[in-house]
T-cell receptor
Framework: AQSVTQLDSHVSVSEGTPVLLRCNYSSSYSPSLFWYVQHPNKGLQLLLKYTSAATLVKGINGFEAEFKKSETSFHLTKPSAHMSDAAEYFCVVRPNTGNQFYFGTGTSLTVIP | GAGVSQSPRYKVAKRGQDVALRCDPISGHVSLFWYQQALGQGPEFLTYFQNEAQLDKSGLPSDRFFAERPEGSVSTLKIQRTQQEDSAVYLC????????????????FGSGTQLSVL
């Protein structure tokens, strides 16, 4: 069975401080992992994806995520938050069999000026 | 077009009405997904097409939900006899290749259709 757990439904940070959005997954096999961002009234946009080439994945807008197999985690980080980062973030698991992408319940990021 | 287009953007239906939601994927994209996103939740899988073939419809919540993609491009999600629990945002996503070919395939999402059933 596959599942995705986003540990925080809401995260609030001050502008210029680090961002950490946590994601844990369970999967029978080595999955592909993604982070998507959803701004209000806009479509989901891919931030980054884990392709098994490197455990530290760099994405757009300064975001990174580290795949830790031993912890079954794929946490999203950014060194310095910007006001434009305020959005809903989804961790997504794609098992290596089948055709489904499994979304977490999302983390709402608020950036305080 | 430049991206995935969905119409209408908003749809209000009276309970019991039938609705049809349209998705125009990126031209040439093989894979097409429909997702349902309830308020405050992550998107939930409904169905998957590879070209015109509906390979997976395991996520459709009832036989009132029907999806088609007859020519392998535009897709329509139809909901018959709508119920209040059908109120959600319906998202369409497309991908260049067949999902079975590459596990790290990128999905391109439309902005969704927000369905409200009164």
């Amino acid at each position: 069975a596959q599942s995705v757990t986003q540990l925080d439904s809401h995260v609030s940070v001050s502008e210029g401080t680090p961002v950490l959005l946590r994601c844990n997954y369970s999967s029978s096999y080595s999955p592909s992992l993604f982070w998507y961002v959803q701004h209000p009234n806009k479509g989901l946009q891919l931030l980054l994806k884990y392709t098994s080439a490197a455990t530290l994945v760099k994405g757009i807008n300064g975001f990174e995520a580290e795949f830790k197999k031993s912890e079954t985690s794929f946490h999203l980080t950014k060194p310095s938050a910007h006001m434009s980062d305020a959005a809903e973030y989804f961790c997504v698991v794609r098992p290596n069999t089948g055709n489904q992408f499994y979304f977490g319940t999302g983390t709402s990021l608020t950036v305080i000026p | 077009g430049a991206g995935v287009s969905q119409s209408p953007r908003y749809k209000v239906a009276k309970r019991g009405q039938d609705v049809a939601l349209r998705c125009d994927p990126i031209s040439g994209h093989v894979s097409l997904f429909w997702y349902q996103q309830a308020l405050g939740q992550g998107p939930e899988f409904l169905t998957y097409f590879q070209n015109e073939a509906q390979l997976d419809k395991s996520g459709l919540p009832s036989d009132r939900f029907f999806a088609e993609r007859p020519e392998g491009s535009v897709s329509t999600l139809k909901i018959q006899r709508t119920q209040q629990e059908d109120s959600a945002v319906y998202l369409c996503a497309s991908s260049l290749r067949s999902i079975g070919v590459a596990t790290n395939e990128k999905l391109f999402f439309g902005s969704g259709t927000q369905l409200s059933v009164l």
